[in-house]
């Protein structure tokens, strides 16, 4: 339980990343380059974000072993779904949108990005050879 704590740390300094990451979406991606490439762009520098900042700083605060980072993994998921359907409530925004924002058919590669959320940390502690 403490590492799942620990973890929180690093999951809250992945927010500020997702806004600003869709603030240079909407800002520069999507009047270069269309919203048909600029959303998968997202997606993948995202992803790599979450990565980036999982792989430099998960391992200072959390030790364990493979249960532990899959425990971490999911507890991340559930936190990034939730906490994206309570601000989009907030923000009144129509379940029907926020849904839509998990069909990869358009593009919008969210649903690989909460699923590559909950792989981050094992998959950083597998690549520092913690696992």
């Excluded at 240079?24 to 380059?33: G, N, Q, S």
């Excluded at 979450?50 to 991340?76: M, Q, R």
Aim: glycine share 8%.
């Amino acid at each position: 339980m403490k590492n799942i704590l620990k973890s929180l740390l690093v999951w809250v300094l992945i927010i500020p990343l997702a806004i600003l990451n869709g603030g240079f979406r909407e800002k520069i991606l999507m009047p270069w380059f269309g919203e048909q490439f600029a959303l998968p762009i997202s997606g993948i520098l995202l992803c790599i974000l979450i990565f980036l900042v999982t792989v430099l700083l998960l391992h200072k605060l959390v030790k364990g072993g493979n249960k532990t980072y899959w425990a971490i993994g999911s507890v991340w998921i559930f936190l990034t779904i939730g906490i994206e359907f309570i601000i989009g409530s907030i923000m009144n925004n129509p379940i029907e949108e926020m849904l839509a924002a998990y069909d990869i058919t358009t593009g919008n590669l969210w649903l690989l990005v909460v699923i590559f959320t909950g792989f981050a940390p094992w998959l950083s502690a597998k690549i520092r050879k913690i696992i």
